[in-house]
T-cell receptor
Framework: IAGITQAPTSQILAAGRRMTLRCTQD?????MYWYRQDLGLGLRLIHY???????GKGEVPDGYSVSRANTDDFPLTLASAVPSQTSVYFC????????????FGPGTRLTVL | AQSVTQPDIHITVSEGASLELRCNYS??????LFWYVQSPGQGLQLLLK??????LVQGIKGFEAEFKRSQSSFNLRKPSVHWSDAAEYFC????????????FGKGTRLHILP
């Protein structure tokens, strides 16, 4: 049982390039989330999805987009990367929305130059 | 809106000593409370959670936390720390509604002295 997988593990990207971070879960969880983690700022929610076919904006959504075509996958896209998007990105899932326990992936370390 | 504060950015304790990490929350109703741990280069792992009932909650790895409504606190404790407990610890608060989200504190980094 893999839980949540994220790809790539790390990436160095030139500013202005498009990038998609992948997230897949095999727990059949309804809700999925994308966070970014920055030193001193903790975890901040970028986008979320309470169920397949629906998405919502979190605390810091600008410059990011998501889609939820099915239960298992929740990709995060940076349409035109900027250096301020350098961060560690975590995908998470939970059995349903609201304040249920979230399960986290191992993270993607992204550097935008 | 809910919020959570972890007053200590860094904590250093000696191996074998007791530990208490502080967490204060702000929420109008009874919150859902969580403690997560993040080892270096890893994702977050749930240590324990409080939804209702007994205010002293037992978690994994020998950790416990106590919900104190009067103090709006949910402090994490361990009677004797091990070197492997060195990590970053996040307190989080959530609400009951389906569209409500978990809000994470900024974390406390725990250092263990040999």
């Amino acid at each position: 049982i893999a839980g949540i997988t994220q790809a790539p593990t790390s990436q160095i990207l030139a500013a202005g390039r498009r990038m998609t971070l992948r997230c897949t879960q095999d727990m059949r969880h309804n809700a999925m989330y994308w966070y970014r983690q920055d030193l001193g700022l903790g975890l901040r929610l970028i986008h979320y999805s309470n169920t397949a076919g629906t998405t919502g904006k979190g605390e810091v959504p600008d410059g990011y987009s998501v889609s939820r075509a099915n239960t298992d996958d929740f990709p995060l896209t940076l349409a035109s990367a900027v250096p301020s998007q350098t961060s560690v990105y975590f995908c998470a899932s939970s059995d349903s929305g609201g304040a249920n326990e979230q399960f986290f992936g191992p993270g993607t370390r992204l550097t935008v130059l | 809106a809910q919020s959570v504060t972890q007053p200590d950015i860094h904590i250093t304790v000696s191996e074998g000593a007791s530990l208490e990490l502080r967490c204060n929350y702000s929420y109008g109703a009874t919150p859902y409370l969580f403690w997560y741990v993040q080892s270096p280069g890893q994702g977050l792992q749930l240590l324990l959670k409080y939804f209702s009932g007994d205010t002293l909650v037992q978690g994994i790895k020998g950790f416990e936390a106590e919900f104190k409504r009067s103090q709006s606190s949910f402090n994490l404790r361990k009677p004797s720390v091990h070197w492997s407990d060195a990590a970053e610890y996040f307190c989080a608060v959530g609400a009951k509604g389906r569209d409500d989200k978990i809000i994470f504190g900024k974390g406390t980094r725990l250092h263990i002295l040999p």
